[in-house]
């Protein structure tokens, strides 16, 4: 089942009082507003929260310098996101301190446009370098992962009796997917009506034996343990 993501809400690693998420945890659900079909013991619809990392990986060899020190970003060099400041996300690692500073790529946050080379110091300030044409030797990246306390949410369809047709729902939590929450939901057949299960939408568009063709109208809510 193709996943759409959407933000869901950050973690942050406290640098400076300055400091923008580094990682974020984002809720991939499935998609809306797009025919279904599922048969019994099927998953109807999941929603899983993941841990996304947000970086630039230079895509070619370019030279960058401050007075007369200079300094280059090689090919497939990946910074993460740390801070932000003056308008700009930045992107830089902090085990490679050259004559105090820390060199790096802005991307202004309003204009994806403009990328600009940068130093910042230890303490989180940021200067600009002459405005070198970069912005397409960079590229932002977003990677995904699980992480131990990140959970599911799931339905499973379990099938139909008469005009009844019977859903699982799960809450799971972390790698090895521990049963938080475990709930049985049944509903009537009824036609021209919206079907409600942890805030997940869903109507109900056809039925082929036990089959059912259908379409999410929205996503689970986000949990909140």
């Excluded at 797009?34 to 999941?46: H, W």
């Excluded at 841990?51 to 090689?74: C, L, M, P, R, W």
């Excluded at 109208?217 to 986000?222: D, E, K, Q, T, V």
Aim: proline residues 2%.
């Amino acid at each position: 089942m193709k996943l759409l993501s959407f933000a869901l809400f950050s973690v942050l690693t406290l640098l400076m009082p300055f400091v923008v998420k580094s990682q974020e945890r984002v809720l991939v659900s499935s998609e809306l507003n797009k025919e279904m079909t599922a048969g019994p013991d099927q998953e109807f619809a999941a929603s899983k929260l993941l841990a996304k990392t947000i970086q630039v990986q230079i895509n070619e060899d370019f030279e960058v310098k401050s007075g007369f020190t200079k300094y280059k970003h090689k090919k497939d060099m990946k910074y993460p996101l740390r801070r932000a400041k003056k308008g700009y996300d930045l992107y830089y690692a902090n085990d490679r301190l050259i004559d105090g500073k820390y060199w790096g790529i802005g991307i202004n946050k309003k204009d994806s446009l403009d990328v600009i080379s940068v130093l910042i110091t230890p303490e989180g300030d940021m200067s600009k370098q002459k405005k070198y044409k970069i912005q397409d030797k960079i590229e932002r990246i977003e990677t995904f992962q699980s992480c131990n306390d990140c959970y599911i949410q799931k339905l499973t369809y379990l099938g139909k009796e008469e005009e009844e047709i019977k859903f699982k729902y799960q809450l799971l939590s972390g790698v090895l997917e521990k049963v938080l929450i475990e709930k049985d939901y049944n509903y009537q057949l009824r036609e021209d009506t919206i079907y409600e299960c942890e805030g997940l939408q869903f109507t109900i568009n056809s039925i082929h034996g036990s089959t059912l063709e259908y379409e999410l109208l929205s996503s689970f809510r986000p949990n909140e343990r």
